[in-house]
């Protein structure tokens, strides 16, 4: 298994030297001091050895040929160990040759390398570990150490014993399994930390959103109210119009048939010169009476718009003092200032005097309407009472001024009709006609009296519809186009009117609860939706990193249950062989190795010290002890054996714990330094046995051990400090000398 072992700047072989290993057992001999125990330190070093009291060293340096006189010190020491992996002992790799290097520089640095691709020193350890090459060197038993076993910690022994059984490989499956369920349990924690950062966020997004389903509720609301009270509205003005309009004209025809009779009478009044003079009088109270009524007209159609918008007034300050959502946009009253302006400008034109002066107090009125209204938020329904006083004291001015000029028409008709009295009292005849004159003058009052309702009843509806459109405006920019999108109404519902005026005063509410709850939302409702979406990939990863720790638990617990059962039934199995090879070499008696029992409780100190011990290492290992018997003795412990005893029994068991798993290779340094002639013939013949299994490199001076071997190396020193190899096969050496 074993082919070569390359050695260059290491300790003191200074230049390149290759041992080749073609034999099962291959002997190093040499003196003391030529560095024939480097061979072994080679080894060890290749291995990944980290101890450099293993080595003899004290630092990585010392590992380097340091120069002499005639050959300058190296800058690197590297070992290579080449194995022949036809039969794959190393499973992983696909070669038949598979070389492992490590080199150390002198600032301390070392490289691994497996057949020339650098490598870490974790993944040598794996792959020896696959072969039964473990790091505690259980294969590697170098001078001095023979006993070492021996005098090892009960669980430094339980490592040795692992190592040597092949247990390594499932060592290193747990451990990377507990990194891994380490890393898992971090990540764990990471995402609880990340969810539980979140939660808050999500929870505050969410109170958002479902404001806004709230105010989406709310625009379904307004939308739905909107286009109820639009289709109403403009049924009401639309057929309010057309009615007024209809009334209108006829009592407009039925003025100029009046008109019309009233002129005959006149016509025939004016044939003679009294007749001309009471028909001047008479036309002359007519233009009087006419101006004043004309006066009325203009005063009636001006007052209906002045009570609507007091009539609105008053019921904007009744809907303030019990519903505070109501509001009066300032587009609605910029709106009616500019209307009152154009409508004064209209008539200033017309007639001076009274008619002059009404429509300068309707602008006083209009503009303290307008300044009302624009004052502080906080005086807001003082403002609205103030007002609402002042625009019924103009109302009262202009009620009185047409109670002025109700009784001028009074005035100006009595006037008219004593001029036609007095133009027809010379006439028979015109008693009569002057009782149809005033019948006539009588129904011509009316008619304009009426006409003068009218005409108000038209500017309150030109009111109307100019507030409808300044809320269809609004009901457009709060919740868009839908508003406008209802059918027409063709007949009023039999509701009162004050059915609609509510539906106006829950669509202000609307309004301004809609504005209040904010826009559409979409970069709320962006932010939610990937906040929640990290959250439930968060909560998927979480499942994912549970479901994989619970699966490391379970590997981990099977791990533990196969390094259990395999250690059982190696440890079985090496005691088997420890006593076999330990009466072989004693001629009797028996060994074997016992789990460590902690001592039980005596006394109170004693139950504190192994209750402290249980709870500081609850899942400690027992270590191994080792349990002797020497034949005609009565030694039961190791510090009773002497030197000799104790380099058999550590022999024994090294050899026992190498059949029961060979390792490749095992190289044994001077390990048979302390028997005699007879134990040396035995140990040879362990040796012979042991090289069926596993190849062996043995450092020696004993003759006996040397002549088991098939190629001896000899290992010189020159006078430089340089280790020198001679090497001699014994096949070949036979086949020259015979």
Known sequence: MLKRLEIAGFKSFAKKTVLDFSSSVTSVVGPNGSGKSNVAEAFRFALGEQSMKSMRG???EDLIWSGSNITPRANRAAVTIVFDNRARIFPKLEFDEVSI??????????????????????????????????????????QGEADRILTAQPRERRAMLEDALGLKVFEFKKQEAERKL???????????????????????LQKQVEKLERAEELAKELRAASQTYFAIEEAYIRIERERTEAATQEATGRLRAVEAELALFEERATTDSEGMKRSEAVRQAERNLDRITAERSVLARDLGRIEGALNEAKKRSVAVA?????????????????????????????????????IQSLRNAMAAFFERYAGPADDFMADEELMAKELEGKREDMVRKDAELTEETERARSELANARERMMAHEETGREQNRRLLDLAESKAKVESELARHSAHLGQLDYLAEELEQNRREAVALVGVNALSYEAVSELPHEDRRVQEDRKRAME???????????????????????????????????????????????????????????????????????????????????????????????????????????????????IEISVHLPKKRVQSLMQLSGGERALTSIALIFAMSQVNPPPFLILDETDAALDEANSRRYGDMIENLSHKSQLIVITHNRETMSRASILYGVTMGADGISKLLSVKFEEAQAVAK
């Open 101 to 142: 290097e490590r080199a150390v520089f002198r600032d301390g640095a070392s490289e691994y390398a497996i057949n020339g691709s650098k490598v870490r020193l974790r993944d040598v350890q794996e792959l020896l570990a696959s072969a039964n090459i473990g790091e505690t060197g259980h294969h590697i038993i170098s």
């Open 509 to 623: 509410r609307l309004k301004i609860r809609v504005e209040e709850a904010g826009g559409s939302g979409e970069d709320v409702r962006s932010e939610y939706k990937e906040a929640t979406e990290r959250e439930s990939f968060l909560a998927t990863e979480l499942e994912d990193l549970a479901a994989s720790a619970a699966g490391l638990r379970s590997l981990i617990a099977e791990l533990d249950g196969e390094l259990q059962k395999s250690f059982a039934e190696g440890l079985a199995k090496v005691n088997a062989s420890f006593g076999e090879f330990f009466g072989l070499m004693f001629g009797g008696g028996g060994a074997k190795l016992v789990l460590e029992e902690f001592a039980q409780p005596g006394s109170e100190d004693e139950e504190d010290e192994y209750e402290t011990e249980v709870k500081r290492k609850p899942n400690q290992k027992p270590g």
């Open 58 to 60: 004290k630092r990585s």
């Open 182 to 204: 380490e890393r898992t349990e971090e990540n764990v924690a990471q995402v609880e930390a990340l969810r539980r950062e979140i939660a808050p966020h999500i929870r505050f």
């Open 322 to 358: 019990r519903d505070p959502y109501v509001k009066i946009p300032r587009e609605d009253l910029s709106a009616l200032k500019e209307e009152v302006d154009t409508q004064v400008a209209l008539v200033e034109g017309a007639e001076p005097g009274a008619i002059h002066a009404a």
